[in-house]
């Protein structure tokens, strides 16, 4: 194992029928099963057939010729621990989750491990299958949506893309926020993100002389990548703990929050709310 590099990717073709997974994988990169089949588990390894590309995890899975299993090996990925999520309700169909800082709202061809989807599928009773509707970054914390069906995560996502999900966050940001700025009448920022609208409100709730910080209530009309820290780090106000847009230096963890989600249920017709500070 000394010899193995820290990251690298394998891709392996296969030449005859019945290959073993694991065998085949530990004979072409040296690495022991035991480690192959924890790589496998963390969702590191595909297997292509044809146009087709998914996540293999069967270490034991007999492979057929002309298919190609591709490792991607990252000691530093797969070395991470995943924060607990909490659920909030499951639905059968979908399921409402608290998602903490540093748990991913979807996982890379290195692997899925740190993701609240994997979570939810190897936590859930009875196990299901998830599927991303919506994202929250990394550093984010709060409510998210996970769907357990291809047609639950089709309508779910359909209502986010005909902007029928009412979702409200809490920042705090560096600086005294105009206090002007009120639920009434609340700053407003449209500026587009890569090409794409993207349209902001911002109110105060409040602010903290002592640290200079003013802690804000933030509803988006669309969801940019970024959206609220960058329209926030535009303002002149960024948000406390944001690595990318904020101020340097900051060591806190980014303080934004998805409190708040609301919408129509595609199976019962009745309103959901959910809200963490209720």
Same mark, same amino acid.
């Given at each position: 194992m000394s010899d193995i590099p820290p990251r690298f990717e394998k891709h392996i073709e296969v030449t005859k029928s019945g290959a073993v997974a694991v065998d085949l994988i530990a004979m072409e990169t040296g690495l022991s099963k035991q480690v192959i089949k924890k790589v496998m588990q963390k969702g590191a390894v595909w297997l292509s057939k044809g146009k087709r590309t998914q996540r293999l995890r069967r270490a034991k899975k007999a492979l057929k010729q002309g298919e190609v299993i591709h490792l991607y090996y990252d000691q530093n990925v797969l070395a991470m621990i995943p924060p607990e999520p909490?659920?909030?309700?499951?639905? =059968?169909?979908? !399921?409402?989750?608290? /998602?903490?800082?540093?748990?991913?709202?979807? #996982?890379s061809k290195w692997g899925d491990h740190c993701t609240i989807t994997r979570w939810a599928e190897q936590n859930l009773k009875p196990q299901r299958v998830s599927f991303v509707v919506h994202r929250?970054?990394?550093?984010?914390n709060g409510l998210i949506i996970v769907a357990h069906e291809k047609n639950s995560a089709a309508a779910l996502s359909k209502l986010f893309q005909d902007r029928k999900v009412e979702k409200r966050?809490?920042?705090?940001?560096? =600086?005294?926020?105009?206090?002007?700025?009120? /639920?009434?009448?609340?700053?407003?920022?449209?500026?587009?993100?890569? #090409?794409?609208?993207?349209? !902001?409100?911002?109110s105060v709730i409040k602010y903290d002389a002592k640290q200079n910080r003013s802690l804000l209530d933030v509803n988006i009309e669309t969801g940019r990548k970024h959206q609220i820290r960058r329209h926030a780090a535009e303002l002149g106000f960024p948000v406390i703990g944001d690595r990318l847009h904020g101020q340097e230096g900051d060591k806190e963890d980014l303080q934004l929050t998805a409190y708040y989600l609301s919408f129509i249920c595609p199976y019962t017709h009745k309103k959901n709310v959910f809200n963490l500070l209720s």
């Open positions: 909490t659920l909030i309700v499951d639905e =059968g169909k979908y !399921s409402i989750w608290n /998602k903490p800082y540093g748990l991913l709202s979807q #996982g929250l970054d990394r550093a984010a966050y809490q920042i705090w940001v560096h =600086g005294q926020f105009d206090e002007k700025a009120d /639920k009434d009448n609340p700053t407003r920022v449209n500026t587009d993100i890569d #090409g794409r609208s993207a349209v !902001s409100y911002f």
